[in-house]
């Protein structure tokens, strides 16, 4: 995407509505993601809106002729509705 949208908020913003249908739209339980390593912005992101790192699927893309890791992460409805609560 164009670096000029970078930094304003729109990634995380996006995340959280995404996650935000799933879990209250979709009644789903867990959402998953895969996040390459090339990608820390993206990885921010997705820490940020309370996803956790589950584990790496080594050299799973060849790109530009370097392999690159995939980072599964997840997030779980209960740690979504937690994240939700205010702390007192």
Same mark, same amino acid.
């Given at each position: 995407g164009s670096s000029?949208?970078?930094?304003?908020?729109y990634g995380s913003e996006a995340t959280?509505?995404? %996650?935000?249908?799933?879990?209250?739209?979709?009644?789903?339980?867990?959402i998953e993601l895969e996040?390459?390593?090339f990608n820390p912005r993206a990885q921010h992101v997705y820490e940020k809106a309370g996803f956790m790192r589950e584990g790496v699927r080594r050299d799973v893309l060849l790109?530009?002729?370097?392999?690159?890791?995939? %980072?599964?992460?997840? %997030?779980?409805a209960p740690e979504y509705e937690a994240r939700l609560v205010p702390m007192e």
């Open positions: 000029r949208y970078f930094g304003k908020g959280r509505l995404l %996650i935000d249908y799933g879990f209250r739209e979709l009644k789903l339980h867990r996040v390459y390593d790109w530009d002729g370097d392999y690159h890791s995939a %980072i599964v992460m997840s %997030i779980l």
